[in-house]
């Protein structure tokens, strides 16, 4: 047989099987030139740096083998013998490799078949996606919206194809995002996450959890960027409704403490003002009545009035520091250095401990609801000191620090566990007060170490605080 019969009866077995078994490319021996658009998916094959269809001229150049990159076409052709080049045919060394060309075109299919099933299965996972997924460009153009996205800004697909994306954010969530998405494409960052307002197409807004990333350029000439959107608007509204209440509770806290206050007040006047005085007229009847049983050689008599005068003496002498304890008159005129070391010095000697007591400078401008505040905390915490601590020494100390008033009260005791005792009604109360100035309480406690109770206190947040009378 011939060369040429023998090219011709490959060159019509290779178009032939070809057509049948999907598409595929290889040499048919040197410089022979054919070139195939087959069945079924009908591909268009790019040859080196260029891509060719049916309808364009043929380059006169050998076929590269097997080459990779492919689109789809929906027409089938196979280009005739008439557009190769003239000339002499040249002697085939070797007939074509068919089962080559068979095995390489049923894998190109396959892949090409298994790459639209996971196509069309990325696009029915959005469909039917509960969250909103959308895919923007770098100038945030919206390319594609799925239904979910659509329902949550109550616009149609092609109404979003046509808007970008800061079209329907909050303008100030559109600030926050905007350097965010700058930095996504320059590469800087390759996603992000924030919570941000949609405006509806009717004017409502919604909340949204935003996730953004860059999509993998490998697979397309543009860069893209996927966005995923939960609806989170029942969750800010829950979050808003605890916030409200937890800001009731404080106000409610705040005027039980402001009433407490005026209490505290009107029982010091009444102990200091009535029952004081009226247990001193006292003191002094039964002092006389001593005397005067004494000189009228009732001894006895005299000896009982005299015991009775001590026992008065003493309850007057504790109405007095009751007042004071309820309501520190030195707090009111000297300030709260001089009330806290008037504390000190009470319970030292009532107590029988070592109280040591150092204020450094403060604020003159120290406003008489912060000094309150931070004297009753200093009162519960020596209160707590001599209930459970077991100490014989106490240090109190009270300065400002980086603009910052701190108070701390620390004991040589005997511990306890933060993490288990620190809800008591004392540590809580004393939380409570500070928190009216936003301030914090901190306690610093581990068994046997002893504990430190740190009150601290903005300078600048006395401003805001509620008024509570002095």
Sequence with gaps: ???????????????????????????????SIWYFCNVLPGVIFPLRT????????????SILAFLPT????????????????????????APIDRAHTYSSAT???????????????FQALCREASIGIALEDFEEHILFANPALCSMLGYTTEELRDMSCSAFSHPEDQKQEGPLFQQLCSGRIDHYKLDKRFIRKGGSQIWGHVSISLLDARYRTAPLVIGMVQDISEKKATEEQLRTSERSLRDVASRLMQAQEIERQRISRELHDDIGQRFALLTIQLERLHHDLLKAGQEAHSCTASKLYKSAEELATDIHELSHELHSSKLRHLGLPAALKELARKTSSQQGLRVDFHAGPLPKNLSPELALCLFRVGQEAL????????TRTVEINVTRTNGRIVLKIKDFGIGFEPEVSSSGIGLSTMRERLRMFGGILLVNSSPGKGTEIIAEVSHSELESAAAIPI
């Design 1 to 31: 047989m011939s060369c040429e019969t023998c090219g011709s009866e490959s060159q019509r077995q290779f178009t032939g099987e070809i057509a049948i078994h999907f598409n595929g490319l290889t040499n048919i021996g040197e410089q």
């Design 50 to 61: 260029s891509l060719y269809s049916v309808e364009d001229p043929l380059p006169q150049s």
């Design 70 to 93: 492919v689109e789809w076409r929906s027409n089938v052709d196979v280009i005739p013998r008439s557009r190769r080049k003239k000339g002499p045919k040249p002697a085939m060394k």
């Design 107 to 121: 894998e190109m299919n396959e892949a090409q078949a298994e790459r639209i099933k996971s196509e069309k299965f």
């Design 383 to 390: 209160s707590n000191v001599v209930k459970y601590s077991r």
